[in-house]
């Protein structure tokens, strides 16, 4: 599903994390939970491989960086790589995120088939990237 980001201000955002946290929460304490309606990605500038995975990964979970979790530090470290070079450290940041995951509590990091899935995830997000004018 693709959103205009252009009708996304700060405030609707925040709102929608909050809910899209909510929803998670609830999944992960085994409740049944309707997913929110619209899901509005946050105004970033899409410049290399990180910033587009960061950007799917709030999309998709809602979650984004948080104080001393060192996504920030990844985020930058994958668009310094740029697109070669995150190809060729994919598994590196496939365990980053599974780290990730399970320190934030996220039963789905340990799933068969989890590794594929977050690998799909980079995938897309170096694709996007590579397709980018203002890709680094």
């Known amino acids: 599903m693709r959103t205009n980001l252009s009708n996304t201000t700060p405030e609707l955002f925040a709102a929608h994390v909050a809910r899209l946290t909510a929803y998670h929460k609830k999944l992960r304490d085994g409740q049944k939970a309707e997913p929110p309606k619209s899901v509005p990605p946050p105004e970033i500038k899409l410049i290399g491989p990180g910033d587009h995975l960061h950007a799917l990964i709030i999309q998709f979970t809602g979650e984004t960086t948080k104080l001393g979790c060192g996504c920030k530090d990844r985020i930058n470290q994958m668009n310094r790589w740029g697109v070669a070079g995150c190809i060729k450290n994919i598994d590196r940041i496939v365990n980053w995120m599974q780290e990730e995951a399970t320190k934030r509590g ?25 397709n980018t004018k203002d890709s680094i």
């Open 106 to 130: 996220w039963k789905s990091a340990k799933w068969l088939g989890s590794k594929t899935a977050i690998k799909l995830l980079i995938r897309l997000a170096i694709r996007r990237a590579k």
